[in-house]
Structures are given as C-alpha cells and as structure tokens.
C-alpha cells in the first residue's frame, strides 16, 4: 500500500474512493503533468462500454476482461447481462485490490466472477477452474484487454501472449484492445513525466504507436474503422470527434474468422 498501484491511480482519476496516499500522491504527480488524464479514462471506459454493447449485438455471450481493474461505474458484467441476462463474465487482475472489490460486488452473481492472475501468464488464466466453470471455448469468447498493454513492455512479448489467447478461441471470437498511444518519434515532457511516475509502480508505462498496437490484432480482422483514438470508435455522436487525439488512447476490436 506504500507503492502506488496503477489500478487505483486509475481508481482515482475516475473519482473512485478504492485507493490509498501512494496511489493519490502518484496520480497527482501525473495530473500535474497530464491535466487530462481523467478525460483519458473516461473516454476508454466510453469506448469500454461501447465495444461490449457491439460484442453483445454481435451475439457474443462470454467475455474474458484481463485486466479489469476496481469496479466502476458501467462495469462489464452490468452492460452485457443488462442488455443479454445469459452473458457470462470472468474477470481477471493482478491486483488484490481489484480482485477484492470485484468479488465483492459479484457475490450474488452466478453467471460473472473474478479471479487473480496475470495477463503474461495466459495459460494459466485458460486452464484456470473458475474461467472453464464459466467460459466455453468452443463457443465465441470475446477478450477484452483494455487499457492494460501499456503496462507489458516488448520485453514480457505481447504478440505471444496475444497468439496463446487466440490459438485458445473458437472462430467469431473477438480481441478488444486499448492502450496509450503517440505516433510522434519524440517523447514530450509530459509523457516523460508521466513515463517517470509510473517507473514507480509494478507497472512502467510503455506508449505504442498506431501501427504497432494494430500489429498486435494479428489473426484477427480488425472490425472498421480499425484501430483509431476511441472517442472515433463507433462515436453515440460527433461530439468531440475533432480533438479525439486528446484522449491518447487508441483502441479497436478485431473478429476471429471461421
Ligand atoms: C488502467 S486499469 C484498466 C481497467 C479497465 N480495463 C478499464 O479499461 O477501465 C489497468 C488494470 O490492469 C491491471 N494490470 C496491469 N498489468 C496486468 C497484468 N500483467 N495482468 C493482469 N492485470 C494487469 C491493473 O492492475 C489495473 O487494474
């Protein structure tokens, strides 16, 4: 609890109450440099929701979200089983914070859990007893990883994680990635900043480009527009479509073929 976490960073900047001095001395330190970083969670968690209502009218019924976070408004399992009750929704983090509150508020809910695992250890979330209890493989999955990649450097080999998770999905199955990004060669000073408070969490920053974060679609065909900054996926409206890049997330959905 003296190390900040990114999950309640993300916590805070969202105006959550799950996070503790550490968390909020480093979110502080971020906003300090980066103003906008509330606007940035919320237009991911925007596109979080959007991108589930358009795996839910796709007919997709099980949801893998690695990554989840602390529960917040707009959660996954509240969207998918309020639009369809029969969805089903594993959730998986890496911190005990997150996981706590989740299986909190998940207690009376048979068709959605929680468990503790991490995104660099795909297999054993795969084979893991909670996930095969809820999730049928042989049927569409749709795995959702958002705002997550920018904390697993080239180095943790987010391709290979990204081909394990595929090789295990039945065709219709669906890849729902987020992540910071920047196509600019030079780094700001801001990003520097930022880079600089999250070397203090488990979780250093790495921002992707364009390019590099619709690489990691491979096998998947990338559902249109593509990857794109997400306030421009499948907008509700235009509003603030003209300075979407301020959100300096991108994200994108991309569809297993048969
Ligand atoms: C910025 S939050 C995103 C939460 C949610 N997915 C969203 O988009 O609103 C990032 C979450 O990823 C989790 N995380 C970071 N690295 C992870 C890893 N290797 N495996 C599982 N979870 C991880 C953090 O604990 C945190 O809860």
Redesign the pocket.
């Known amino acids: 609890m003296e190390r900040p ?6 916590d805070y900047y ?1 105006g959550g109450s799950h996070n503790f001095a550490a968390d909020r001395e480093a979110a502080r330190a971020v906003l300090a440099a980066v103003p906008d970083a509330p606007l940035m ?1 919320q237009a ?2 925007a ?2 929701r959007r991108a589930v209502q358009f795996l839910i009218d796709a007919g997709v019924r099980q949801f893998l ?6 529960p ?1 408004v707009g959660n996954v399992h509240e969207i998918a089983q309020g639009a369809a009750p029969d969805s089903r929704v594993v959730y ?4 005990p914070i ?1 996981v706590a509150h989740s299986r909190e508020i998940l207690a009376d809910n048979d068709r959605a859990t929680v468990i503790r ?5 795909p297999e054993r979330i795969l084979t893991h007893p909670q996930v095969t209890e809820l999730i049928d493989f042989s049927r569409p999955v749709a795995v ?5 990649l ?3 450097p080239d180095s ?1 080999r987010p391709a290979e994680i990204l081909r394990t998770l595929r090789t295990a999905l039945a065709p219709g199955s669906h890849l729902v990635l ?1 992540q910071v990004s920047d196509d600019a060669d030079d780094e700001s000073p801001q990003q520097h900043e930022a880079e600089r408070v999250y070397q203090l969490t ?2 250093p920053l790495v921002v992707r480009t364009r390019a590099e974060l619709a690489a990691l679609f491979d096998g998947f065909d990338l559902v249109e527009p593509g990857v794109v900054w997400v306030p421009q996926w499948h907008p509700e409206c235009t509003e603030g479509a003209d300075d979407a890049e301020r959100a300096a997330f991108r994200g994108g959905v991309g569809r297993l073929g048969d």
Do not use: K, P, Q, W
């Open positions: 976490s990114v999950a309640r960073m993300y969202l969670a991911n968690r596109f979080l979200d690695i990554g989840s976070g602390i917040t998986v983090d890496v911190d997150a695992e991490d995104l660099r250890r959702l990883i958002v705002a997550v920018h904390f697993v943790d987020s488990d979780n």
